[in-house]
């Protein structure tokens, strides 16, 4: 009977690991790779149905990340998870009135 082989694992470089973090969320030339794709993707993320605010922000493991806020639970399959590469997060916000016109009217109005 043959003996079987002896697997080997390392374990990794914590440091390693904590600068890639920090490089994949340092801006890079003019704006973050999340803002290019925005400037990109912006009017076709706002344009699928349900859809009320895309911006920038980081996904579980803390990376930077799409943010989508949609209306309601059943328009979160609509929108994709990674755009080139990088993770879409998406979250069910419900109705956004950002100019107060909803239900109650700013102060001094």
């Known amino acids: 009977m043959s003996k079987p082989t002896e697997q080997q694992f390392t374990t990794p470089d914590v440091t390693e690991i904590e600068a890639e973090l920090s ?16 400037e990109r993707h912006r009017d076709r993320l706002m344009g699928i149905e349900g859809v ?3 911006g920038e922000g980081a996904d579980e493991l803390g990376r930077p ?4 806020g949609v209306k309601e639970r059943h328009q979160l399959k609509a ?10 997060v998406v979250w069910v916000i ?5 100019l107060g016109r909803g239900g109650s009217r700013p102060r001094g109005e």
Do not use: F, K, T, Y
């Not at 994709?80 to 993770?87: A, C, I, K, S, T």
């Not at 419900?94 to 950002?98: I, L, P």
């Open 23 to 38: 490089r994949m969320s340092e801006p890079q030339g003019s704006g973050s790779s999340v803002d290019r794709l925005l």
């Open 52 to 54: 009320v605010m895309v």
């Open 65 to 68: 990340a799409i943010v989508v």
């Open 79 to 88: 929108v994709p998870r990674v755009l080139e590469g990088m993770p879409v």
């Open 94 to 98: 419900g109705e956004v009135d950002a």
